[in-house]
């Protein structure tokens, strides 16, 4: 296709390709290690590889993806050329995520440090990590927080013609639809936990009622990802119209998520969901973005989350699910996702709703290629991790019971993340990488 299209791309590429070769075996490496390090394999041109070799530096986005490229992805290439290889972390700008889009929250922190400097020293807020000591200013943080969700309560009432029940558990997973992030993984806790209070299996006094929002875009021909879509808003429009769970529980597909409705909803989300399968997420910047603004993350060890739960301390970040090392482990063991299915009746149960037309008007078809994929294929092993997600709600929802220490919590993620601000990433890029400084 590229030499059709792009034939002197094709070229170049090829003699790039044979310079770097020649390169290789001067370096005195072995034949076959460089016929494995191919940028031009005659079949296809390995995009990687040549950005590896034309480029002067190579980061991974996140301490585990770049470790990642080291030890695996780009292995040998880290053996022949070990200065290439760094790390710089992602993060997002505090002027547009903070204090654009958190007002209320950008006020309490500047009453809380004394200043407004912050906004272009983001590390200036760990000056608020004793405020979290302090019952009045969680209680200022916890009236922001509220607010921050009444308002967003108008934003959907005006934009997408919902009712959200404002005294209910923000629970929020934004992002592009993609299997790695596991936004079935999400969609299957929702239904079981739909079941469990729609049999009474859950007493009305254990229930913590909870809104959850999605927002995701799908590429046109990711077909998987368009049926999640389709499921997402199937359930929700079954949830939404069952008096059996009114109050309890409602799951809202939010259409066409971009940064506007990010700087609307963040801001107003309690619980932020980054739950995908550990080694596949580079950094992800969502996940920042919701800690700035004091939502506590329910995660897997992947990408950045390594590193705000780090900062934000494990005691203040639902950490659940496999790691890194135990996720090749069952790759190497060969992974049976249906040994899950059938050991878990709750994810029996969610998976046989989706199943038996439960959410498609009867239809047994509707989801098949979306069942048949998760019980006998499950890639990013979603069943795997199924039963610990559903063990870290009751967690979540006893902390979530207790409105002070919640909000203690949160206080604390926002004072310990100033680290993930994009001044830092375009600090790290001047030192690593760019050797240059900043003009003023
Ligand atoms: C931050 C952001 C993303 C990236 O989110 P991740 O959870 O890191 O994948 C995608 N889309 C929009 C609109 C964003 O604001």
New binding site residues.
């Given amino acids: 296709l590229i030499g059709e299209l792009l034939p002197r791309h094709l070229e170049i590429i090829e003699k790039i390709n044979a310079q770097f070769e020649a390169e290789l075996k001067a370096k005195g490496v072995a034949a076959d290690t460089i016929k494995d390090m191919a940028i031009y394999t005659g079949d296809a041109v390995r995009m990687a590889y040549l950005a590896t070799y034309g480029g002067s530096h190579v980061n991974g986005v996140a301490e585990l993806h770049s470790q990642l490229l080291k030890d695996v992805t780009l292995k040998n290439f880290s053996d022949v050329y070990p200065d290439k290889f760094t790390n710089v972390t992602n993060g ?1 700008t505090p002027r547009r ?1 903070v204090r654009l889009a958190n007002p209320r929250l950008s006020d309490l922190i500047t009453e809380g440090l004394g200043t407004d400097k912050w906004v272009a020293d983001l590390e200036l807020l760990k000056g608020l990590e004793p405020l979290a000591k302090d019952d009045e200013f969680v209680k200022k943080f916890a009236a922001v927080k509220k607010a921050n969700k009444h308002a967003f309560v108008g934003f959907a009432k005006d934009h997408y013609g919902i009712d959200i029940d404002e005294n209910t558990l923000f629970n929020t997973m ?3 639809l993609h299997e790695y ?1 596991r936004q079935s993984l999400k969609i299957l806790a929702v239904i079981s936990t739909y079941a469990d209070i729609k049999s009474g299996k859950v007493k009305a006094e254990d229930i913590t009622p909870r809104t959850v929002f999605f ?1 995701a ?1 799908a590429a046109p021909g990711y077909y998987l990802a368009k049926m999640t879509i389709e499921l997402i808003n199937n359930v929700s429009r079954v949830i939404s119209s069952d008096p059996a769970v009114k109050g309890k529980l409602a799951v809202h597909m939010l259409p066409n ?3 506007e ?3 609307n909803l ?1 801001p107003a989300t309690e619980l932020d969901e ?1 739950i995908s399968q550990a080694g596949k ?1 580079a ?7 919701f800690a700035l603004n004091g939502a506590l993350t329910v995660g897997t060890l992947d ?1 950045a989350n390594v590193e705000i739960r780090e900062r934000v301390g494990a005691e203040n970040f639902f950490l659940f699910g496999m790691t890194v090392d135990e996720v090749e482990k069952k790759y190497a063991e060969g992974y049976n996702p249906a040994s899950y299915y059938e050991a878990d009746p709750r994810l029996k149960q969610a998976i046989d709703l989706v199943a038996d037309g439960t959410f498609s008007n009867g239809d047994r078809n509707a989801y098949s290629p979306l069942v048949a994929d998760w019980l006998t294929k499950d890639w990013f092993m979603t069943l795997a991790d199924f039963s610990a997600y559903m063990g870290i709600q009751s967690e979540i929802e006893a902390l979530y019971a207790d409105e002070l220490e919640w909000n203690r919590k949160a206080v604390l993620n926002v004072a310990n993340s100033g680290y993930f601000s994009s001044d830092r990433s375009m600090e790290d890029y001047l030192e690593r990488i760019w050797h240059t400084a900043p003009l003023a």
């Fill in positions: 997002v995520f934004v992002k592009r992030k927002g875009k998520y971009n940064v409705m990010a700087q963040i980054q997420e950094s992800g910047t969502g996940n920042m973005k990408g």
